[in-house]
C-alpha cells in the first residue's frame, strides 16, 4: 500500500504544473490558482447537477409556504371579514 504524499508535496506539484501551462487568472498568487483537472474527472463531478442548490432553494420555498400559512391562519383568519 503506498503511502500518501503530504500536503507541501501536493500542493508543489500542483504549482508546478500550473507554472508549465502559464495559467493566466485573475489571482495575485499562483497559489490561489486551481490546479486544472481532466474533462473524466469534470464530467464525474458534474454528473449529478446542482442537487445541492436545488435542496436549499426547496427548503427556502418551503419555509417561506410555512410562514404565509402561519400569517394566514394565526393572523389573518382570526381577525375576521373587512367591514
Do not use: C
Not at 508535496?9 to 493566466?24: F, G, I, M, N, Y
Not at 410562514?67 to 391562519?73: K, L, T, V
Request: hydrophobic residues 50%; negative net charge; aromatic residues 8%.
Amino acid at each position: 500500500m503506498a503511502e500518501a504524499s503530504p500536503p507541501e508535496v501536493e500542493k508543489s506539484k500542483r504549482t508546478a504544473e500550473l507554472e508549465e501551462l502559464e495559467h493566466s487568472s485573475a489571482a495575485h498568487l499562483l497559489q490561489h490558482v486551481a490546479a486544472p483537472i481532466r474533462s473524466d474527472q469534470a464530467i464525474q463531478a458534474l454528473k449529478n447537477g446542482p442537487q445541492g442548490a436545488l435542496v436549499v432553494a426547496g427548503i427556502a420555498v418551503g419555509i417561506l409556504f410555512i410562514g404565509w400559512f402561519a400569517f394566514y391562519f394565526l393572523l389573518f383568519l382570526p381577525r375576521g371579514p373587512i367591514g
